[in-house]
């Protein structure tokens, strides 16, 4: 895409901004001087790759900021009606092409958001996410990692990835170090409270009207993404283990808790929506301190709950799946359950997938039921403290025994293959 100034706009330099008024005179836009700077490229010429590698000639920083920034101007840009967007003649994206690349019927602004850490383990299967969405993203949409590491500096790893890929980053606190509320055990902190801490640490970035969508990140887009199954508002998907009638007891009738008993508890009459995993909340709704602060508690709530009813580590460690469910429930915020197949966790060992949709490949063969994709023993957890994107793919793809495992690794293969031309370059 090369953004193009819409010429009506007069301009009109005033100190160190540059003043815009439309052609009835009515509205006024002042920029700053670094806005201004975008501003001056959005020519028609110029990509936004080309717009990066101009502003690091002239300002200091780092890319994933900058770019982060200019991603930030061109929308408030569009949003406002200042520029239009045209594309290459030539049809070809650059490697940052996982932000805004097609047009969408989709009126609300989507941020995808991820809690991580900063390990290899999520960096590989970040990759790869990001490989199915590049020039999927409709114009507008983004994507912010947060990365709970207490707010230090970034790996090298992770920086570079962000920036091929075009995502940005903010930093936020680590509950597993900070946190530790696995008492009953004597163990480490309960690493599923980051998935909590994304909303919280997002919730300064995002405007009243954004839909952030929460995801896992052991997942990717298998085909085209349809824009206009997203949601317009608060929205959940349905799950069957949150929908378990003791929730973390995996079908038990005896053991596990009752969330809806739990919530009249607190005085809630209100029947809980049944969703969880990917979560859908606008931007007014994150802005509420109140609705974050008691996902964290109802998150710690069913955790220790789990514990003391004697549920095993896989068991609990589904705790924060239901929280933000609850949480909204609790504080009489609507929201929607939804049905779509695009959006729920599927049952491993699936042969075919619906177009579009997120493919979680969350399966442990450890657990019984084999690994996600049909007929393969291959797991996410063989590959929890090393880079699976350096191990011989190829063979991998080989092996493969259905389309949808194919698909998985000619992903692998293709950002491989980005990550490590960007480097040689």
Not at 229 to 249: E, H, K, Q, V, Y
Not at 305 to 314: P, R, S, T, V
Not at 339 to 351: C, L, M, R, Y
Request: glycine share 8%.
């Amino acid at each position: 895409m090369r953004p193009r100034r819409r010429p009506e706009f007069a301009e009109f330099p005033v100190a160190n901004e540059l003043v815009l008024l439309s052609p009835e005179g009515e509205l006024a836009h002042a920029l700053n001087e670094s806005a201004a700077g975008v501003w001056n490229l959005c020519d028609g010429q110029h990509t936004p790759l080309d717009m990066l590698n101009s502003l690091r000639a002239r300002y200091d920083g780092e890319d994933v900021s900058m770019l982060a920034d200019l991603s930030e101007a061109l929308f408030r840009f569009y949003h406002l009606g200042l520029i239009e967007l045209s594309t290459s003649s030539s049809g070809k994206q650059g490697a940052a092409a996982v932000n805004s690349v097609r047009q969408s019927e989709h009126d609300t602004r989507v941020r995808f958001v991820f809690g991580i850490e900063d390990k290899p383990y999520f960096c590989w299967q970040l990759a790869i996410l990001f490989e199915s969405l590049v020039g999927q993203l409709a114009t507008g949409w983004d994507i912010t990692v947060v990365v709970c590491n207490d707010y230090k500096s970034l790996s090298a790893e992770l920086t570079h990835l962000l920036k091929v890929y075009g995502a940005r980053a903010i930093t936020g606190a680590n509950h597993a170090h900070s946190h530790k509320i696995d008492f009953s055990s004597g163990g480490g902190g309960y690493v599923a409270l980051n998935r909590v801490e994304a909303l919280k640490a997002i919730a300064a970035h995002v405007d009243p009207d954004d839909i952030v969508c929460l995801m896992d990140t052991d997942l990717f887009l298998y085909g085209d993404m349809r824009a206009d199954i997203f949601p317009a508002g608060n929205a959940m998907a349905s799950n069957t283990i949150i929908n378990d009638r003791l929730f973390m007891g995996f079908g038990s009738q005896k053991v596990g808790v009752d969330l809806q008993k739990l919530l009249g508890s607190l005085g809630c009459d209100r029947t809980l929506k049944r969703g969880g995993v990917t979560i859908f909340m606008n931007g007014a709704t994150i802005g509420t301190n109140k609705v974050i602060q008691d996902c964290f508690r109802f998150a710690q709530i069913l955790y220790l709950l789990g514990k003391a009813a004697g549920l095993g580590d896989h068991n609990v460690w589904m705790a924060e799946m239901a929280c933000f469910a609850m949480a909204l429930t609790a504080n009489e915020i609507d929201y929607e359950l939804l049905d779509n197949p695009e959006f729920a966790v599927p049952e491993p060992q699936q042969a075919t997938l619906p177009e579009g949709a997120f493919f979680h490949y969350y399966a442990d063969i450890n657990d019984g039921v084999g690994g996600p994709f049909l007929g393969s023993e291959w797991n996410k957890q063989l590959f929890l403290d090393r880079d699976f994107l350096v191990e011989n793919l190829e063979s991998f793809r080989r092996g493969a025994q259905s389309d949808v495992e194919r698909c998985f690794f000619d992903l692998a293969i293709a950002a491989k293959r980005r990550l490590h031309e960007s480097r040689a370059n």
